[in-house]
């Protein structure tokens, strides 16, 4: 229903696009991401220069994220030369785009980016990554009816404006609970659930594990990373200076892939201390149930 302001973000930049020298169309990107200070504060040409990459590329079939993975790929700097050297030849944006180009034309631009999402973070990412095995390691076995396909090929077949009409998202469905949910509710801006990243990896008390995946010994042999950019990160915060989004990041790519590579490929999978070891003692069970 175009919950995420990546779906704002692209119709805002072709709506900009169609007059690109405009001082005033930029001014609708303030009112997204409102958890980030920097934007209220932003002017035209900050605006212009943060979200004006490949801007007047409305026709490609990827438009709506052009944007995010240019901006996200600012991590590879972390990466080492031969890793550099290995990848250099390599446009994962242009050979995804090839991809999908005959599956999504024609399309209009909020279902090709819903599409996009739901294909590439939702299922790839989100949901099994944040959502199953977050839950599965905690014994948590949830049901969510919003999921079921029924519901989601429904809502792909809503007009577009219906799920979002201007930058009013989930329209209709807000439309529908108008008198069930209270107006402070559906009026307010979406706020993401964050992990404090930086502050939970990067102090002195944190765990041996991490301490040990991102040490000079680890990254240099491990040979992904550049081990003085690695530090250099670390270092801005501990300093808590300006830490921007690709920080965290860089900082949770980094530290995933040193922990996969130590797992599976090095295959140091550490024994559990008696100390790590859940105990169970106590077994509680009802003396007057029947068992069929």
């Excluded at 175009?2 to 119709?11: C, D, L, P, S, V």
């Excluded at 930029?26 to 958890?35: D, F, N, R």
């Excluded at 990459?53 to 972390?78: C, D, G, M, Q």
């Excluded at 594990?209 to 003085?228: A, N, P, Q, R, V």
């Amino acid at each position: 229903m175009g919950g995420y302001n990546i779906f704002k973000e692209a119709i805002i930049r072709e709506f900009w696009a169609k007059e690109p020298t405009s001082k005033y169309r930029p001014l609708l990107l303030k009112k997204l991401y409102p958890y980030l200070s920097q934007m209220g504060n932003s002017n035209d040409m900050a605006l212009r220069m943060f979200f004006g990459y490949k801007l007047t590329e409305t026709t490609s079939p990827v438009y709506s994220h052009l944007l995010r993975w240019h901006n996200t790929a600012r991590i590879k700097n972390f990466f080492s030369t031969n890793i550099k050297n290995e990848i250099k030849d390599y446009n994962p944006v242009e050979e995804y785009s090839e991809k999908v180009e005959d599956t999504l034309r024609g399309v209009d631009l909020l279902s090709r980016a819903q599409w996009i999402e739901a294909n590439v973070f939702t299922m790839s990412y989100l949901l099994p990554s944040q959502g199953e095995r977050m839950a599965a390691a905690n014994s948590v076995e949830g049901r969510f009816p919003f999921l079921d396909h029924r519901v989601i090929e429904m809502c792909m077949r809503l007009r577009p404006e219906f799920r979002m009409n201007g930058l009013k998202e989930k329209y209709l469905l807000k439309e529908m609970a108008e008198n069930i949910v209270p107006k402070e509710i559906t009026a307010r801006q979406k706020q993401p659930y964050r992990a404090p990243i930086a502050t939970s990896f990067s102090v002195e008390n944190r765990p041996d594990y991490i301490k040990e995946m991102l040490s000079k010994e680890k990254i240099i042999s491990m040979g992904y990373f550049e081990y003085e950019k690695v530090k250099m990160l670390l270092e801005k915060m501990k300093m808590k200076h300006q830490i921007t989004e690709i920080d965290n990041m860089a900082l949770t790519a980094i530290l995933s892939t040193q922990i996969l590579h130590s797992c599976f490929v090095e295959k140091s999978i550490p024994v559990l201390r008696d100390s790590e070891l859940i105990k169970l003692d106590n077994i509680v069970f009802d003396k007057n149930y029947k068992y069929a």
